[in-house]
C-alpha cells in the first residue's frame, strides 16, 4: 500500500501544497493559482484538495501531514531577544497570533482533507528553513551537496548553512532575526516606492538601467562577519523593534514599512508609489543589487569553506534572484549549482514532505526533479463551443490540428510571422516561472515587441524584461558560461554577436534569464521552438508568463478571458488554434485592433 506524505505552507504568503507517493512527487500547486490572487496567504485549502485529485486519492489516503513551520523552533533565542531588546508589545503579539494559527491548523486541516478531526493524519511540524533546505537538496541530482537557503526570515532564522548526503541534512550554522539578506532587500526595494509583497524582482529588473553610484552608501546597511555570516546595521531597520504590520490571513500578504528614518538621512527622500522612477532610483537599484550579489557570495564562500562540495543546492526567497544565482559559478568555488522552481516559501511544502520522509521515516532517495509541469491539468474541449459567443467585436477562426506537433508547427509559423500567441498546454507548472505550459509566446528578434507586451498585453513597467527559452542544445551558441537551467533561475550574458540577434530577450546589460528546454521535459515546447528555428535559423522564443496582473492562468477558460481581454494575436489551447479579427459589422464602424 502506497504511503502517502501531503506537504503545506500555511499562514504565510505563497501557501501552497505537494504530495509525494512513496517519495515521488505526484503534484505540488500554490493556492493563488485557484483564488486569483497573487501569493494567496492563509491556509491552502483548494491546492490541498487539488493536489489530491490529481493523485487520484481521498484525505484518509494521507498517513502523514508535513507543516513548513515549527512554532517551538527557537524557542530559547526569541525569548533572549524579547528580554534583551524590548520590541514593541504589537511585534511580539503579532508572531504570536501567527504562531497560535500554525499549531492548531487541525481545523482547517480536517476541512481541507475531507476527514473528522479526530481522524487527521500524523502531523509534523518542520522548521521553516530545514523545509527550505530539503526542498533544494533532497529533489536535487547531487549525491551529495552543500546546501543554503537565504530569505527574509522564518522560524526566526534567516540564513541557513547545511551539507547534504544521500536522505540526510546536517544544519551547519545559522543567522538569526533580525540580521537578513532578504529584508535588507526588501528595505530598499520599498524605499525605491515597490510596496507589493514580492516586489523584489521588479527592483532586480530595474537594477540594470542604472550605475553603482550609490554602493558605499547601501554596504553601510550591512557587515559581512567570518564564516560567511553578516550583520544588519539595524539602526536603519525598524522589522526589530517597531512593530512592522504582517498579515498572513486569507487574502493577500501585507507588510507594513520596514526601514527606518535613518534610510531616507542617508539615501534621500523615499519615492512615492505613484511618482515616475528616475536615474536616482534606478541608480540606488543598481547598488543595492551589487551590495547584495556581494554579500551573497560571501555567504557562499563561507559556505564552500565548510563543506568543500562542488555543487551548491540554493532555495530562499533569495535564491529567486536569478541575476546572482548567474554568477555563482564565477564568484565561487562551486561548479554546479540546483534550484528548483519554487524556491520561495511556496516551495516549502515540498520541502517540507521531503524532509519526513527522508530525515524522519528514512527513506532513500528516489527522485529528481527535472521539470516543473507538477500542477493541474485540463480538458478544453468545454470551453471550445463558447468563443464564437464570447465577444461583439471579434471573429473567432478556430483550427484543430490532428497532432500536438502539428499545433507546435502552427503556433512557430504564427510567431515567426510577427504574432503574440497564447500557449496552453499539460500540466500547470509549479513555482513562480512560466515554463512552456502556461506561457505567452512572441519573436524574440523583433525589438519592438518587449515594450509591445509590457504596455498592450502584460499592462506592466516598460522596464521588466522577458525571458528567452532556447534548445537545451544551442545554449552555448548563444550564452557566454551558461549552465542548463530549464527553471529559468539563473541570468547570463547573452553573446556579443546575438544580441542583435534576438533582441526582445536581451535586457539592457546584455543578458538573459534563459530557460534550456529539451524534448526529454517537454516535447511539445521543444517541437515548438525547434520548428521556429527551421523557419527564421534561431532555435529561441520569447516565453513570459500567460497572465495580466493576475496569477498564471490555471484553467482553459482563465487563458481565454486572458486573451479576449489582450492583445495577444492567437491562442493555443492544446491542439485547437484560435485566431481573431474583426468582426465584420463592427469593422465596418472603425473598430481597430
Known amino acids: 500500500m502506497a504511503t502517502y506524505v501531503l506537504g503545506i505552507n500555511a499562514y504565510h504568503g505563497d501557501v501552497s501544497a505537494a504530495l509525494l507517493r512513496d517519495g515521488q512527487l505526484v503534484a505540488a500547486v500554490e493556492e493563488e493559482r485557484f483564488r486569483r490572487i497573487k501569493h494567496w496567504a492563509g491556509f491552502p485549502t483548494l491546492a490541498i484538495r487539488s493536489v489530491l485529485e490529481m493523485a487520484g486519492i481521498r484525505g484518509q489516503d494521507v498517513r502523514h501531514v508535513a507543516v513548513s513551520r515549527d512554532p517551538k523552533a527557537n524557542l530559547l533565542r526569541k525569548g533572549l531577544f524579547t528580554i534583551r531588546h524590548r520590541p514593541d508589545p504589537r511585534l511580539v503579539l503579532d508572531r504570536m497570533r501567527n504562531a497560535g494559527k500554525v499549531r492548531d491548523l487541525h481545523g482547517p486541516l480536517a476541512t481541507a482533507l475531507g476527514v473528522p478531526r479526530d481522524d487527521l493524519p500524523t502531523i509534523h511540524y518542520v522548521e521553516h528553513h530545514p523545509a527550505h533546505l530539503a526542498s533544494a537538496f533532497f529533489v536535487s541530482p547531487f549525491a551529495s551537496a552543500a546546501c543554503c537557503a537565504i530569505d527574509g526570515f522564518g522560524d526566526f532564522v534567516s540564513t541557513s548553512f547545511a551539507i547534504g548526503s544521500r536522505h540526510q541534512l546536517e544544519v551547519l550554522d545559522k543567522v538569526y532575526f533580525p540580521h537578513s539578506l532578504g529584508l535588507m532587500y526588501t528595505a530598499v526595494t520599498q524605499f525605491l516606492g515597490f510596496h507589493g509583497y514580492g516586489d523584489e524582482f521588479k527592483v532586480m529588473g530595474l537594477a540594470p538601467y542604472g550605475r553603482p553610484r550609490h554602493v558605499d552608501a547601501v554596504r553601510q546597511l550591512v557587515r559581512l562577519t567570518d564564516g560567511g555570516k553578516f550583520e544588519l546595521s539595524l539602526d536603519y531597520f525598524r522589522h526589530w523593534s517597531d512593530g512592522v504590520e504582517m498579515e498572513w490571513d486569507d ?19 523615499a519615492r512615492e508609489p505613484s511618482a515616475p522612477l528616475t536615474a536616482r532610483e534606478e541608480d540606488i537599484a543598481h547598488s543595492l543589487q551589487v551590495v547584495y550579489e556581494d554579500c551573497a557570495m560571501h555567504v557562499l564562500n563561507g559556505l564552500w569553506e565548510q563543506t568543500r562540495q562542488d555543487a551548491v543546492c540554493l532555495a530562499g526567497g533569495c535564491a529567486m534572484n536569478s541575476v546572482a544565482n548567474g554568477k555563482v559559478r564565477q564568484r565561487t568555488p562551486f561548479t554546479s549549482v540546483y534550484i528548483q522552481p519554487a524556491a520561495g516559501d511556496n516551495g516549502t511544502a515540498l520541502g517540507a514532505a521531503c524532509y519526513v520522509w527522508h530525515e524522519t521515516l528514512r527513506h532513500e532517495r528516489a527522485f529528481v526533479m527535472e521539470h516543473a509541469y507538477w500542477g493541474t491539468s485540463h480538458d478544453v ?26 499545433a507546435a508547427r502552427v503556433a512557430a509559423s504564427l510567431v515567426a510571422t510577427g504574432h503574440v500567441v497564447g500557449w496552453y498546454q499539460g500540466r500547470m507548472e509549479w513555482g513562480a516561472r512560466a515554463l512552456g505550459n502556461r506561457s505567452i509566446l512572441a519573436d524574440p528578434r523583433r525589438s519592438d515587441v518587449r515594450e509591445l507586451i509590457n504596455t498592450k498585453i502584460k499592462f506592466r513597467e516598460r522596464f521588466r524584461p522577458f525571458a528567452p527559452s ?36 536581451t535586457h539592457v546589460d546584455g543578458s538573459g534569464r534563459l530557460q534550456t528546454v529539451s524534448a526529454r521535459t517537454n516535447p511539445t515546447y521543444y517541437a515548438l521552438i525547434k520548428e521556429f528555428e527551421k523557419l527564421t535559423g534561431v532555435p529561441v522564443v520569447l516565453n513570459t508568463s500567460f497572465n495580466e496582473n493576475e496569477p498564471i492562468v490555471d484553467t482553459p477558460e482563465q487563458a481565454l478571458d486572458c486573451f479576449m481581454r489582450t492583445r495577444m494575436d492567437a491562442i493555443v489551447l492544446h491542439n485547437a488554434v484560435i485566431r481573431r479579427q474583426p468582426a465584420e459589422h463592427t469593422a465596418a464602424l472603425g473598430v481597430a485592433r
Not at 251 to 269: A, N
Not at 381 to 406: F, G, N, Q
Open 251 to 269: 487574502g493577500y500578504p501585507t507588510l507594513g514599512r520596514v526601514y527606518s528614518d535613518r534610510l531616507t538621512q542617508l539615501l534621500g527622500p
Open 381 to 406: 474541449e468545454r470551453v471550445l463551443a463558447s468563443v464564437p459567443d464570447r465577444d461583439d467585436h471579434w471573429e473567432y477562426d478556430i483550427e484543430r490540428c490532428p497532432t500536438s506537433a502539428d
Open 470 to 505: 532556447i534548445a537545451e542544445e544551442a545554449l552555448h551558441d548563444y550564452f557566454d558560461d551558461a549552465a542548463p537551467d530549464p527553471f529559468m533561475q539563473q541570468v547570463y550574458p547573452v553573446r556579443s554577436n546575438k544580441r542583435g540577434v534576438i533582441p526582445a530577450v
